[in-house]
């Protein structure tokens, strides 16, 4: 389907989920706050899975319409 993710930094508490689980996708920047480096490596399901794992619920999904997925 091709789900594309979002990241608000404001959001971001620096847990370090989203790194430690997909290292290839998110890094962190010189404030500690997680940035992304490469969403296209992510699986549909790999969107959703970050997403939830995200304790700020900081990570939002998108389908190809733009239509943000409930997670």
């Known amino acids: 389907m091709g789900y594309r993710i979002r990241l608000d ?28 480096k490469d ?9 959703i899975r970050v997403a939830r794992n995200c304790p ?3 990570i939002s999904v998108f389908d190809s ?4 997925i409930p997670t």
Not at 14 to 24: E, F, H, L
Not at 39 to 47: K, Q, V
């Open 9 to 36: 930094v404001d959001d971001c508490m620096s847990s370090g989920k989203c790194v430690a689980d997909y290292p290839s996708v998110f890094e962190f920047d010189e404030d500690e706050l997680a940035s992304l």
């Open 39 to 47: 969403e296209s490596t992510l699986s549909d399901e790999d969107c």
């Open 56 to 58: 700020s619920r900081a």
């Open 65 to 68: 319409d733009g239509n943000e």
